[in-house]
């Protein structure tokens, strides 16, 4: 992962997160890990973890050429390259869950599952 600049739609510049393919071991460790933590808190009764926010979204920037605003860019999580357009992701780890994110405007819902 490394900083970058990138100009919103609206000309402002803000500084992100850009990550590449290096980054996917990191990104496959961290579910594995979330997995692992998942199965021990539920088999003490527990509820799941929720997702962490930097997996999605740097999923989510892999796959769709964007860059992770890390909080600098109004409740943007992500920015497309190409185009400069501002992206809310959402992620849930219960299959129902992403139907409660209306898929309009510029929200994402990224299901990631046991």
């Known amino acids: 992962m490394k900083k970058e600049s990138i ?3 609206d000309g402002t510049v803000v500084i992100g997160d850009a990550f590449d393919k290096k980054d996917l071991k990191i ?13 021990k808190t539920k088999s003490l009764g527990g509820r799941g973890l929720n997702v962490p ?8 920037c892999l796959a769709f050429n964007a860059i992770r605003t890390n909080g600098t860019a109004y409740s943007y999580d992500c920015v497309m390259r190409g ?3 501002g992206v809310q992701i959402k ?8 139907h ?6 510029n ?3 990224v299901p990631v599952v046991e």
């Open 7 to 9: 100009t919103l739609k």
């Open 27 to 39: 990104l496959q460790e961290i579910f594995s890990d979330w997995l692992i933590i998942n199965k």
């Open 53 to 60: 926010d930097v997996f999605s979204e740097a999923l989510f």
């Open 83 to 85: 185009t400069g357009e």
């Open 91 to 98: 992620s849930a780890s219960i299959k129902t869950d992403c």
């Open 100 to 105: 409660l994110y209306k898929q309009a405007g």
């Open 107 to 109: 929200s994402v819902c």
